[in-house]
């Protein structure tokens, strides 16, 4: 059974950095993509940055040069370093993976999530 579980959320000042961790147990293939997404209060969950087995990376627009997807193989833990934070930047954050090699950020194609940590970011 795969599980993934999400830590390091929490409140900082914007302008700001925060770490955010997923560990992932019982995924057992070789080629993954694994990715981290945020849902603000009465939006949709959408795509942050995403990571495949093949070491390419992909990042939403809003996030780039702010944010840095990273993937520690040997601790089996998905890294999402944020810095320069938003106050749009609060939402809830879950970490996802799929069997495929390429960085992508679609949550309908994702079938393993964790339960999600709060971000907030205060003005």
């Known amino acids: 059974q795969v599980q993934l579980e999400e830590f390091g959320g929490g409140s900082v000042e914007a302008g700001g950095s925060l770490t955010l961790s997923c560990v992932v147990s019982?995924?057992?293939?070789?080629?993954?993509?694994m990715g981290w997404f945020l849902q603000a209060p009465g939006k949709e969950r959408e795509g942050v940055a995403g990571?495949?087995?093949?070491?390419?990376?992909a990042y939403a627009d809003g996030v780039k040069g702010r944010f840095t997807i990273s993937i520690d193989n040997a601790k089996n833990t998905l890294y999402l370093q944020m810095n320069s934070l938003k106050p749009e930047d609060t939402a809830v954050y879950y970490c996802?993976?799929?069997?495929?090699?390429?960085?992508?950020?679609?949550?309908?194609?994702?079938?393993?999530w964790g339960q999600g940590t709060q971000v907030t970011v205060s003005s």
């Open positions: 996802a993976v799929r069997r495929v090699t390429i960085a992508a950020m679609e949550p309908a194609d994702f079938a393993y």
């Open positions: 019982g995924y057992s293939h070789s080629d993954y993509c």
């Open positions: 990571i495949a087995s093949d070491g390419t990376t």
